[in-house]
C-alpha cells in the first residue's frame, strides 16, 4: 500500500514531530526533522549506504588514509579526544599542543610573555584566511564579551583597504598586541602579506617584532623556519592530516580562544562529546546521521536544494559563513571515488534570525521551492538577571523565540522543508558540540554520495590561476618598460608579454597598473575597451 501523502495538519502536527525529533539528553540538544522525511521510503533506501558511511567513518578514525590524492589521514577527531590517535606518539603531540596553549595564554594574561619587560599584551590580531580565519572568528563572536582579558581583531584578507582598517582601529594598541599567524603551508601568500604589514608597522614604530609574533604552522614550513630562526613569541604545530576547515580545535582554534580567556577544556569536551553520539552506528540515535539523511532526501543525493541556515541569536551570525566552507569545500567535487564525473555539492548561506522575517524569508515561504531550511534556536536567554518587558509579560528574548517558532510554521504551512535545531546555551562546550555534529554530517554524507570530502583540487587550481595573474603582470611590466613610448591594446601587450591566451586577464591588469601611479602606466581611451591602449612614455 502506498504511504498516505502528508498534509499540513500533519505537518504541524504535534504526531510528526515526535516521531522526528531526537533528544541528546548529555548535550541538552534537540534534533526536530518534522520538516524532511527521514523516515520514509526514500530514507529507508539509503540504509546500505549509510551502514558504508559508518564503516568507513570508523576507519577514518583509525587512522586509514582519507585522502589518496596526498597520501594523507585526517585526523581532526583525535584533537578533541587524544585517545584515538593511532600512533601514542601523536597522542602526545595532541596533548602537549592543548597544554602548552592553556601555558602561553597564561603567560601572556600574567606578563610573563610580553611586548616588553614590565608592559603586557593587551590584544590580538589574528593573520589568516579561510579556515585558518573563519574558526577562530567564529569563536570570537559567539563567546567574546566586555571582560575578555584580551581583544581580538582579523586580518583575513590581501584587501589593502581592509588591512589599513584594522590597523588604523589598533592604532596606539599595535605597541601591545600579539600578532597570531595561522598558514598550514607556511606560504599562504594573503596571510603572509598580512603578516608582512603587520611586521612593517611594528617596525615603524621601532618595536620589536619577533616578540609580538606567533606561529601556526606546519613543522619545518618557512613560517615555522622563520618563527624558529627570529625567536618567535610562540610557535604551534599544524598538522597534516588538519584540514583548515576542520583546525578550530586544534591551536588554530584553541590558542585565539585561550588569549582570549574562553575555556578551550570545555570546548573540546563539547566536541569529544558530540562524537561519542555521532559515532552510534543507528540513524534513530544519530543526529549527524539523521541530518546526513535530512541533507540526501531534501536534495535528492545532489544537492539539489541549498541549505539556508538561520540561527537565532547574534552570537551564531558566523555560524552560516563558518558552514559555507565546511560544507562546500569539501562536498563541492566534479567527481567521485570511482573517477566518474558527478558535479556534486550544497550550496549554503544564511543570515540570522529574525534579521530574515525583513530580509528573504519572503522568498523562503512564496518562491521557489530550491532550499531547506535550518533554524538554530537557543533556550537560556544568554543575559544575566530579568529582562526588561517590552509588553506585559513578554520581553525580547520571548519575541525571538516567536520569531523562529513562528517561522518554523510558516514554512511547513507551505510545504517547504525545515530542521529545527535547539541549543541549550551558547557557551564553548556547545559551541564545540554545535561544530563537531555538522563536521560528522558532512562525513557521513560524502561517504553516503561516495565523493572525497578531504580534499580541494579546485582551490588550488585557483591558486594556481592566481600565480599564473602575477607572473603576466610582471611580463607585462617588462614588455611596457622594454617599448617606452609603444601604446598598444590589451591584446597586443598580452601578446608581447608572451601570453596570448591571456588576453582578458591582461586588460584588467593594465586597467589597475594605470590606477597605480607608481609604474608610470598611461591609459588612452578609444570609446571601447576593446579599443583602449595602453603604454609607458618615452
Known sequence: MLPREVTMSDRLGFDLFARRVLAIDELELLLDCAGIEIDGPQAEALAPDLERAFAEMRALEAGAIANPDEGRRVGHYWLRDPELAPEPALRRAIEQAID??????????????????????????????????????????ALGGPADPMRIRFVDNTDPDGIERTFAELGGLLETTLVVV?????????????????????AARGLDPPRHLVAVTGEDSPLWRRARDERFAGLFPMWDWVGGRTSITSAVGLL????????????????????????????????????????????????????????????????????????????????????????????????????????????????????????????EDGVPG???????????????????????????????????????????????????????????????????AYHQPGVEAGKKAAATVLALRAALLESMQAGRGTFLTAPEWAGRAGHPDLAVEAFHLLERLAADHRHAVERREAGTPAGTRYGVPS
Request: net charge neutral; charged share 20%.
Open 386 to 452: 530579568p529582562l526588561l518587558e517590552v509588553e506585559p509579560g513578554v520581553t525580547s528574548a520571548d519575541y525571538l523565540a516567536g520569531f523562529l517558532l513562528g517561522t518554523r510554521r510558516a514554512l511547513l504551512e507551505r510545504g517547504r522543508r525545515v530542521i529545527t535545531l535547539t541549543l541549550p546555551r551558547v557557551d564553548a562546550r556547545s559551541l564545540g558540540a554545535l561544530i563537531a555534529l555538522f563536521e560528522r554530517t558532512v562525513g557521513l554524507y560524502a561517504s553516503m554520495i561516495r565523493i572525497n
Open 256 to 379: 585565539p580562544m585561550a588569549l582570549c580567556g574562553h575555556d578551550v577544556r570545555a570546548f573540546l569536551a563539547g566536541a569529544r562529546a558530540m562524537d561519542d553520539v555521532t559515532r552510534v552506528a543507528d540513524a534513530q540515535r544519530n543526529p549527524a546521521a539523521r541530518l546526513a539523511l535530512a541533507w540526501h532526501v531534501a536534495g535528492h543525493g545532489h544537492g539539489e536544494r541549498d541549505m539556508v541556515v538561520i540561527p537565532y541569536r547574534d552570537r551564531l551570525a558566523l555560524f552560516s559563513r563558518y558552514l559555507q566552507q565546511l560544507v562546500m569545500e569539501s562536498l563541492g567535487k566534479e567527481k567521485d571515488l570511482d573517477g566518474q564525473v558527478v558535479h556534486q555539492g550544497l550550496a549554503v548561506y544564511g543570515n540570522k534570525g529574525s534579521t530574515d522575517q525583513h530580509a528573504y524569508v519572503q522568498q523562503l515561504r512564496d518562491g521557489l521551492d530550491n532550499f531547506f531550511a535550518v533554524l538554530i534556536g537557543v533556550r
Open 182 to 202: 595561522v598558514s598550514k603551508s607556511g606560504g599562504t601568500p594573503e596571510t603572509r602579506n598580512g603578516m608582512e604589514e603587520a611586521v612593517a608597522r611594528l
Open 100 to 141: 602548552d596553549v592553556e601555558s602561553f595564554a597564561r603567560q601572556v594574561h600574567g606578563g610573563g610573555i610580553g611586548p616588553r619587560p614590565d608592559v603586557r599584551f593587551t590584544d590580538v590580531l589574528h593573520v589568516g584566511i579561510g579556515g585558518s580565519a573563519l574558526g577562530p572568528q567564529l569563536a570570537a563572536d
